[in-house]
């Protein structure tokens, strides 16, 4: 996450705060260390946000200070609320988080529909990959390296160029060019074992690399997965 958009997300985690919050409950909140927070506190009150608070004592936001209002009509509001609601399907914590941050800035603006609920059943998170590291290496179009237990419990080494994860109702799996097999494959994050974000780039591939991964998606007659390439 860029600074300036995480301290925007320290701003509406204090605004919406009813006591004030400790460093360690903000870091562990947007994925950071205590000391970053430190760092971004002293810049905000720097700039006169009205942040009082200290390390060791925790930080609130005096009352009254405002952010442009965004408006919804009313079905706009409900897509909202059960849009966020079914991420918690999705066993992708950080995503989860970030639809409780948004929540949270939309209800300031307007009443979320109380009478629309999602379930919550979906596939569990997975154990070894944070998948908010995953999604961030899509967006800084850099390679991945991981240790994989493929369908049939045989264990290989892979570099992958990550182009898109798709969340399905039982599982996920992460859509990547895989340079083993030089093709489109899927990979089951809850099998893949280890992980290394590597600084090797495709910066400039990945939107000409998911317009085709989406169109042999479409005209693909694979039933695995729905999605051409399959499971690797």
Same mark, same amino acid.
């Given at each position: 996450?860029?600074?300036?958009?995480?301290?925007?997300?320290?701003?509406?985690?204090?605004?919406?705060?009813?006591?004030?919050?400790?460093?360690?409950?903000?870091?562990?909140?947007?994925?950071?260390?205590?000391?970053?927070?430190?760092?971004?506190?002293?810049?905000?009150?720097?700039?006169?946000?009205?942040?009082?608070?200290?390390?060791?004592?925790?930080?609130?936001? !005096?009352?009254?200070?405002?952010?442009?209002?965004?408006?919804?009509? @009313?079905?706009? /509001? *409900? %897509? $909202?609320? #059960?849009?966020?609601?079914?991420?918690?399907?999705?066993?992708?914590?950080?995503?989860?988080?970030?639809?409780?941050?948004?929540?949270?800035?939309?209800?300031?603006?307007?009443?979320?529909?109380?009478?629309?609920?999602?379930?919550?059943?979906?596939?569990?998170?997975?154990?070894?990959?944070?998948?908010?590291?995953?999604?961030?290496?899509?967006?800084?179009?850099?390679?991945?390296?991981?240790?994989?237990?493929?369908?049939?419990? !045989?264990?290989?080494?892979?570099?992958?160029?990550?182009?898109?994860? @798709?969340?399905? /109702? *039982? %599982? $996920?799996? #992460?859509?990547?060019?895989?340079?083993?097999?030089?093709?489109?494959?899927?990979?089951?994050?809850?099998?893949?074992?280890?992980?290394?974000?590597?600084?090797?780039?495709?910066?400039?591939?990945?939107?000409?690399?998911?317009?085709?991964?989406?169109?042999?998606?479409?005209?693909?007659?694979?039933?695995?997965?729905?999605?051409?390439?399959?499971?690797?």
């Amino acid at each position: 996450m860029a600074r300036s958009a995480r301290m925007f997300e320290i701003i509406q985690l204090l605004r919406g705060a009813s006591k004030p919050l400790r460093a360690a409950d903000i870091a562990l909140e947007l994925e950071v260390t205590k000391r970053t927070i430190y760092r971004d506190m002293a810049s905000l009150q720097a700039m006169r946000i009205p942040i009082e608070g200290a390390a060791g004592i925790g930080y609130i936001m !005096r009352s009254g200070y405002d952010l442009p209002p965004i408006n919804f009509d @009313v079905e706009e /509001a *409900e %897509a $909202i609320t #059960v849009g966020l609601s079914m991420i918690a399907r999705t066993g992708d914590k950080g995503l989860q988080n970030a639809a409780r941050r948004a929540a949270l800035k939309i209800s300031e603006a307007v009443p979320l529909s109380e009478t629309l609920y999602t379930s919550t059943w979906g596939p569990d998170a997975p154990e070894t990959v944070n998948l908010s590291e995953f999604r961030d290496a899509i967006r800084q179009e850099v390679k991945i390296r991981i240790e994989y237990r493929d369908l049939n419990d !045989r264990f290989t080494e892979r570099t992958i160029l990550p182009i898109a994860i @798709v969340y399905y /109702a *039982e %599982a $996920i799996v #992460v859509a990547a060019m895989c340079e083993l097999r030089n093709d489109f494959r899927h990979f089951r994050p809850d099998r893949i074992l280890s992980y290394q974000i590597l600084e090797e780039s495709f910066v400039g591939d990945s939107k000409s690399m998911r317009r085709d991964w989406v169109r042999l998606s479409l005209s693909s007659e694979a039933e695995t997965e729905g999605f051409v390439g399959g499971l690797a």
